[in-house]
C-alpha cells in the first residue's frame, strides 16, 4: 500500500544525549503512512538510538517525535507502545510456550490475541503456539517476535535490524515478511537496516544519517538512481 505522503511519523530537531556524549545532533525525518522507511548509515551514526527514542525507550533531550501530529511526549509511554510496537535485533521471548510468548505485551494491556491467525501472518504454521519458543531457530523466534508486536495491532512497526543474526535464507524469509505485512495491512515500517541491498529490495523511502545527523531523506529511486545517489555512494565507500 502506498500513501499520498502524510506522515505518520515525524521526527523534528530531536537531540539526545548520554553520559555527556550527544548521539542524535538535531535529526528531523519522517515516515510517510503506510510506507516502509528505512533508516540507514554508518556504525555510530545513531540510528538504533533514534528508533528508540521515536518509541519513547530513550527521552530526548530536547526536539519532538509526532505520531499523527501529536506530540509522543505528552501521550502515556505506555499507550505509545502500543499503538508504535518494536522489534529488535535478537529476539528475547518470555514464557514456556510461543503462545505465552506471543501474548506477553497483549496481557500487560488486559488484550487477548488470536495466536493461530499471528503465527499464519508471521510465516509460521498455527502448530507452534504450543512449542517451547528457547527451542526455535534464531529465524523462527524473529518471526515469533513479530507476531508478539502485531498481537497489540499497532499503526507503526519500528524494526531494528531484524535480519542481522540471520542467513541469506532467513534474511530473504524477513525480508518478504516484512514487505507482506506493508502489502496486506497497509502497516507503516521503519527499518533500520545496513544492508543496502536489502533497502532496495524491501523500502520506499531511505533516510540517512551520519554521525548522528540527518544527512537527507529520498524515494528509494532517488536514492539508488537520482539526486540521493552520491549520498548512497558516500556511504558504501564510507566517506560519510
Do not use: C
Not at 8 to 25: C, F, H, P, T
Not at 66 to 89: A, C, I, K, N
Not at 191 to 197: E, K
Not at 218 to 229: L, M
Amino acid at each position: 500500500m502506498r500513501s499520498s505522503m502524510r506522515l505518520k511519523i515525524r521526527v523534528s530537531d530531536l537531540w539526545y544525549a548520554a553520559g555527556g556524549v550527544e548521539i542524535l545532533k538535531g535529526v528531523s525525518a519522517g515516515a510517510p503512512e503506510g510506507e516502509i522507511t528505512s533508516i540507514v548509515g554508518p556504525s555510530g551514526a545513531g540510528k538504533s538510538t533514534l528508533l528508540r527514542a521515536i518509541n519513547r525507550l530513550v527521552e530526548p533531550t530536547a526536539g519532538e517525535v509526532y505520531l499523527d501530529g501529536e506530540p509522543t511526549s505528552e501521550m502515556d509511554s505506555l499507550v505509545l507502545r502500543r499503538r508504535v510496537g518494536m522489534v529488535f535485533q535478537l529476539p528475547t521471548l518470555f514464557g514456556t510456550s510461543v503462545e505465552d510468548a506471543i501474548l506477553y505485551g497483549a496481557r500487560l494491556f488486559g488484550r487477548d490475541a488470536d495466536v493461530g491467525r499471528l503465527l499464519e501472518m508471521s510465516g509460521l504454521d498455527a502448530s507452534y503456539k504450543d512449542r517451547d519458543p528457547q527451542t526455535l531457530s534464531v529465524g523462527q523466534q524473529q518471526r515469533v517476535s513479530i507476531a508478539r508486536a502485531l498481537a497489540l495491532e499497532p499503526e507503526v512497526l519500528l524494526m531494528d535490524e531484524p535480519t542481522s543474526a540471520l542467513d541469506e535464507a532467513g534474511r530473504r524469509r524477513v525480508e518478504e515478511l516484512i514487505r507482506g505485512l506493508n502489502d496486506r495491512l497497509g502497516l507503516t515500517i521503519v527499518l533500520v537496516s545496513h544492508n543496502l541491498d536489502q533497502i532496495e529490495r524491501v523500502a520506499d523511502r531511505v533516510v540517512l544519517l551520519a554521525a548522528g545527523r540527518s544527512e537527507g531523506e529520498w524515494s528509494k529511486e532517488e536514492f539508488f538512481f537520482g539526486e540521493g545517489r552520491e549520498q548512497a555512494e558516500r556511504f558504501v565507500s564510507g566517506r560519510l
